[in-house]
């Protein structure tokens, strides 16, 4: 009984990432400066310290982004 119980238990963990994966997830879209997404992205990533980055941003527009979709980068 406990093997059949674990394996119904597996069956009901694969059927509801199934269904997950396949539902539409509900967007929160936040308003993101592109230069912010960037500086955020660079700053996060795993840039060995021989490699100097400079950036010279100078973009005026926003996006309009969920920030859980992309990764949570950012937090406003």
Sequence with gaps: ??????NIQRC?????ELLDFTRLPK???ETVQINDLIREAIE???IHETIEV?????ATH?????IEQTG???ST
């Design 1 to 6: 009984m406990e093997r059949a119980e674990r």
């Design 44 to 46: 996060e990533s795993n």
């Design 54 to 58: 400079r950036l010279k941003l100078d």
């Design 27 to 29: 967007l929160c879209l």
């Design 72 to 74: 949570g980068a950012l």
């Design 62 to 66: 926003a996006l309009h982004i969920d």
């Design 12 to 16: 009901d963990t694969i059927i509801k």
